[in-house]
Protein backbone atom coordinates (compact mmCIF):
# COMPACT_ATOMS: atom_id res chain seq x y z
CA UNK A 1 0.00 0.00 0.00
CA UNK A 2 1.18 3.43 -1.03
CA UNK A 3 0.34 6.61 1.70
CA UNK A 4 0.10 9.78 0.51
CA UNK A 5 0.30 13.19 2.70
CA UNK A 6 -0.41 15.81 0.72
CA UNK A 7 0.39 18.91 3.17
CA UNK A 8 -0.65 21.16 0.58
CA UNK A 9 -4.20 23.31 1.17
CA UNK A 10 -4.58 23.56 -3.16
CA UNK A 11 -6.15 19.75 -3.99
CA UNK A 12 -5.60 20.53 -7.09
CA UNK A 13 -2.08 23.10 -6.56
CA UNK A 14 1.92 22.37 -7.72
CA UNK A 15 2.69 19.61 -5.08
CA UNK A 16 -1.06 17.58 -5.23
CA UNK A 17 -0.22 17.60 -8.82
CA UNK A 18 3.51 16.39 -8.65
CA UNK A 19 2.12 13.60 -5.92
CA UNK A 20 -0.64 12.54 -8.66
CA UNK A 21 2.54 12.54 -11.60
CA UNK A 22 5.05 10.57 -9.02
CA UNK A 23 2.34 8.24 -7.83
CA UNK A 24 2.13 6.87 -11.67
CA UNK A 25 5.85 6.61 -11.53
CA UNK A 26 5.53 4.28 -9.13
CA UNK A 27 2.08 2.42 -8.78
CA UNK A 28 0.78 0.42 -6.45
CA UNK A 29 -2.59 -1.56 -6.56
CA UNK A 30 -4.19 0.20 -3.23
CA UNK A 31 -3.29 3.95 -2.81
CA UNK A 32 -4.67 6.42 0.17
CA UNK A 33 -4.97 9.86 -0.27
CA UNK A 34 -4.70 11.99 2.84
CA UNK A 35 -4.90 15.79 2.29
CA UNK A 36 -3.54 16.70 5.77
CA UNK A 37 -5.29 19.90 5.86
CA UNK A 38 -8.73 18.18 6.00
CA UNK A 39 -8.07 16.23 8.98
CA UNK A 40 -9.03 16.91 12.77
CA UNK A 41 -6.67 16.29 15.66
CA UNK A 42 -5.14 18.00 18.41
CA UNK A 43 -1.66 18.85 18.22
CA UNK A 44 0.95 16.90 20.48
CA UNK A 45 1.07 18.15 23.96
CA UNK A 46 4.81 16.48 24.43
CA UNK A 47 3.71 14.40 27.83
CA UNK A 48 5.84 11.76 25.55
CA UNK A 49 3.92 8.92 26.84
CA UNK A 50 4.11 7.89 23.02
CA UNK A 51 7.93 7.00 23.61
CA UNK A 52 6.97 4.19 25.75
CA UNK A 53 3.19 3.22 24.77
CA UNK A 54 4.04 3.41 21.18
CA UNK A 55 0.78 5.15 20.45
CA UNK A 56 -0.12 8.26 21.27
CA UNK A 57 -2.24 8.41 24.34
CA UNK A 58 -4.49 11.93 23.44
CA UNK A 59 -8.26 10.97 22.36
CA UNK A 60 -8.97 9.58 19.52
CA UNK A 61 -8.63 11.48 16.52
CA UNK A 62 -7.86 11.79 12.50
CA UNK A 63 -3.80 11.14 13.78
CA UNK A 64 -4.83 8.10 15.45
CA UNK A 65 -5.65 6.24 11.84
CA UNK A 66 -3.08 8.05 9.72
CA UNK A 67 -0.78 6.27 12.48
CA UNK A 68 -2.36 2.68 11.74
CA UNK A 69 -1.78 3.80 7.74
CA UNK A 70 1.51 4.51 8.86
CA UNK A 71 2.50 1.01 10.37
CA UNK A 72 0.37 -0.83 6.77
CA UNK A 73 2.08 1.45 3.96
CA UNK A 74 5.31 0.07 2.05
CA UNK A 75 5.93 3.00 0.52
CA UNK A 76 5.01 6.76 1.84
CA UNK A 77 5.22 10.35 -0.53
CA UNK A 78 4.93 13.36 1.36
CA UNK A 79 4.44 16.32 -0.32
CA UNK A 80 4.39 19.87 1.60
CA UNK A 81 4.67 23.85 -0.10
CA UNK A 82 7.64 25.48 1.53
CA UNK A 83 6.31 28.06 4.70
CA UNK A 84 9.51 30.02 5.79
CA UNK A 85 12.06 27.06 5.13
CA UNK A 86 9.62 24.61 6.57
CA UNK A 87 6.75 22.32 5.77
CA UNK A 88 3.48 23.31 6.08
CA UNK A 89 2.39 23.33 10.12
CA UNK A 90 -0.21 21.47 9.60
CA UNK A 91 2.00 18.69 8.62
CA UNK A 92 4.44 19.36 10.84
CA UNK A 93 2.05 18.99 13.67
CA UNK A 94 0.96 15.62 12.28
CA UNK A 95 4.08 13.85 12.73
CA UNK A 96 4.73 15.70 15.64
CA UNK A 97 2.08 13.55 16.74
CA UNK A 98 2.75 10.43 15.27
CA UNK A 99 6.66 10.17 16.87
CA UNK A 100 5.53 6.93 19.14
CA UNK A 101 4.01 5.02 16.11
CA UNK A 102 7.36 6.42 13.82
CA UNK A 103 10.73 5.30 16.00
CA UNK A 104 10.63 3.83 19.03
CA UNK A 105 13.56 4.91 21.88
CA UNK A 106 15.94 2.59 23.16
CA UNK A 107 17.29 3.52 26.64
CA UNK A 108 19.58 5.70 26.49
CA UNK A 109 17.23 7.72 24.44
CA UNK A 110 18.31 7.09 20.90
CA UNK A 111 15.94 6.31 18.08
CA UNK A 112 14.73 2.88 17.25
CA UNK A 113 13.73 3.38 13.47
CA UNK A 114 10.41 1.51 13.16
CA UNK A 115 9.89 1.13 9.73
CA UNK A 116 12.87 -0.01 8.04
CA UNK A 117 13.02 -1.49 4.66
CA UNK A 118 10.00 1.25 3.36
CA UNK A 119 10.54 3.44 1.16
CA UNK A 120 9.97 7.20 0.95
CA UNK A 121 9.12 10.06 -1.98
CA UNK A 122 9.28 13.51 -0.51
CA UNK A 123 7.81 16.13 -2.83
CA UNK A 124 8.07 20.16 -1.88
CA UNK A 125 7.37 23.31 -3.24
CA UNK A 126 7.73 26.96 -3.33
CA UNK A 127 7.68 30.62 -4.72
CA UNK A 128 11.21 31.39 -4.37
CA UNK A 129 13.15 30.98 -8.01
CA UNK A 130 15.80 28.37 -8.34
CA UNK A 131 18.75 28.89 -7.59
CA UNK A 132 17.85 31.46 -4.36
CA UNK A 133 15.58 28.46 -3.37
CA UNK A 134 19.00 26.64 -2.32
CA UNK A 135 21.09 29.51 -1.86
CA UNK A 136 18.41 30.76 0.67
CA UNK A 137 17.63 27.94 2.39
CA UNK A 138 13.82 27.26 1.46
CA UNK A 139 13.39 24.25 -0.46
CA UNK A 140 16.42 22.42 1.09
CA UNK A 141 15.34 23.31 4.76
CA UNK A 142 11.91 22.27 3.47
CA UNK A 143 13.48 19.03 2.84
CA UNK A 144 15.81 18.34 5.58
CA UNK A 145 12.64 18.44 8.01
CA UNK A 146 11.06 16.06 6.26
CA UNK A 147 14.10 13.92 5.56
CA UNK A 148 14.81 14.00 9.19
CA UNK A 149 11.50 12.60 10.27
CA UNK A 150 11.17 9.83 7.81
CA UNK A 151 14.99 8.92 8.01
CA UNK A 152 14.79 8.79 11.60
CA UNK A 153 11.78 6.17 11.01
CA UNK A 154 13.68 4.19 8.96
CA UNK A 155 12.63 5.27 5.24
CA UNK A 156 14.91 4.86 2.53
CA UNK A 157 14.64 7.98 0.17
CA UNK A 158 13.46 6.78 -3.48
CA UNK A 159 12.84 10.26 -4.71
CA UNK A 160 12.97 13.79 -3.95
CA UNK A 161 11.62 16.75 -6.01
CA UNK A 162 12.27 20.35 -5.20
CA UNK A 163 9.90 22.53 -7.32
CA UNK A 164 10.58 26.65 -7.57
CA UNK A 165 9.43 29.53 -8.89
CA UNK A 166 5.98 28.21 -8.25
CA UNK A 167 4.16 32.10 -7.35
CA UNK A 168 3.30 32.30 -11.91
CA UNK A 169 2.95 28.62 -12.29
CA UNK A 170 -0.16 27.58 -13.59
Excluded at 73 to 99: A, H, Q
Aim: charge should be positive; hydrophobic fraction near 40%.
Amino acid sequence: MILILNGSPRKNGTVANRLRAELKRYGGETVIWEDVCDLRFSFCNGCMACRSKGVCVLPEDDAHRIAQEIKDCEMIFVGTPVYWGNMNGNLKSLFDRLVGVLMGESRFGIPIPLHRGKKAVVITACTTPFPFNYVCGQSSGAFRAVKEILKSSGFKFVRKVNISNTKKRK
